[in-house]
């Protein structure tokens, strides 16, 4: 693989998905001009006709580069992933090739966390079920099955950059944050939040669950049908980074 010198309007960047135009933008301005935009993942065959003469790719989740699109990538140097994992780049592969591959972290920890604090609230003031109910000419003024979000006990599977986010909102709703997870960040400020010594003790003492773990072999199938049992007969799981087995009940996701 060739990694010569190269002036920046002869720098091939490829950005996939649809990546922000700001990206774009900022890459201009730097000199770069030389940027195929594509606003879609691609099917492999397309992507490793693209990718053939590219020395930088810019992709999100839906885009797979595995060893046979590297076989075809000659001129590749750098792999961006603008989002949290890694997962969809063959890592193994690409540090053979001497390919660097970096994400953003913390690129949409702030988005992630506000979703799932809207969710439970849509969810807690039966929100769906009226909305549904509106559309098809029904008033549904009851407030039965609506409750607050304040003492309510919020158990996440997962305490890094996501779960800590989810723990201040819910925090400021006055909501109960208990947590297990292999590294527990340290929450001093938020009086209501306490770790739990296992995902059972959790999964029995919670009304919202959030899993917030990046999907692996390890990770994979981690809520299954033992797991679900030891929920609370009422309690809602919220899924946003991981894949579970098949649910033994109607979930809301």
């Given at each position: 693989?060739?990694?010569?010198?190269?002036a920046?309007d002869?720098i091939?960047?490829l950005?996939l998905e649809?990546?922000?135009?700001?990206?774009?933008e900022?890459?201009k301005?730097?000199?770069?001009?030389?940027?195929d935009?594509v606003?879609?993942?691609?099917?492999?065959?397309?992507?490793?006709?693209r990718?053939?003469?590219?020395?930088?790719?810019?992709?999100?989740?839906?885009?797979?580069i595995?060893?046979?699109?590297?076989?075809?990538?000659?001129?590749?140097?750098?792999?961006?992933?603008?989002?949290i994992g890694?997962?969809?780049?063959?890592l193994?592969?690409?540090r053979?090739?001497g390919?660097a591959v970096f994400?953003?972290?913390?690129?949409?920890?702030?988005?992630?966390?506000?979703?799932?604090?809207?969710?439970?609230?849509?969810?807690l003031r039966?929100?769906?079920e009226?909305?549904?109910?509106?559309?098809r000419?029904?008033?549904?003024?009851?407030a039965?099955?609506?409750?607050?979000a304040r003492?309510?006990?919020l158990?996440?599977?997962?305490?890094?950059?996501?779960?800590?986010?989810?723990?201040?909102?819910a925090?400021?709703f006055?909501?109960?944050?208990?947590?297990?997870?292999r590294?527990?960040y340290?929450?001093?400020?938020?009086?209501?939040?306490?770790t739990?010594?296992?995902?059972?003790?959790?999964?029995a003492?919670a009304?919202?669950?959030i899993?917030a773990?990046?999907?692996s072999?390890?990770?994979?199938g981690?809520?299954?049908?033992?797991?679900?049992?030891?929920?609370?007969?009422?309690?809602v799981l919220?899924?946003s980074?991981?894949?579970i087995?098949?649910?033994?009940?109607?979930?809301y996701?």
């Open positions: 693989m060739s990694k010569v010198s190269l920046k002869k091939k960047i950005l649809g990546v922000h135009q700001s990206a774009v900022t890459l301005r730097n000199g770069y001009s030389n940027i935009y606003k879609t993942s691609l099917p492999e065959d397309e992507l490793k006709e990718i053939k003469d590219a020395h930088f790719v810019g992709l999100r989740s839906r885009t797979h595995n060893e046979a699109v590297l076989d075809a990538a000659e001129k590749l140097i750098a792999i961006g992933c603008f989002c890694t997962n969809q780049v063959d193994s592969n690409a053979q090739r390919i994400n953003a972290p913390f690129s949409n920890t702030r988005s992630v966390a506000e979703l799932v604090l809207g969710e439970i609230l849509l969810l039966g929100i769906p009226r909305n549904a109910a509106a559309h000419g029904e008033w549904l003024k009851t039965t099955g609506s409750f607050e003492g309510k006990t158990g996440i599977i997962g305490y890094g950059h996501i779960g800590r986010e989810v723990a201040a909102r925090n400021a006055g909501m109960k944050s208990i947590a297990v997870s590294t527990i340290p929450a001093p400020e938020l009086a209501s939040f306490k739990m010594a296992d995902i059972d003790q959790l999964l003492t009304d919202y669950i899993l773990l990046p999907l072999d390890e990770t994979k981690l809520i299954d049908a033992d797991k679900f049992s030891k929920m609370k007969s009422d309690a919220i899924l980074l991981i894949h087995s098949e649910p033994t009940r109607p979930l996701i």
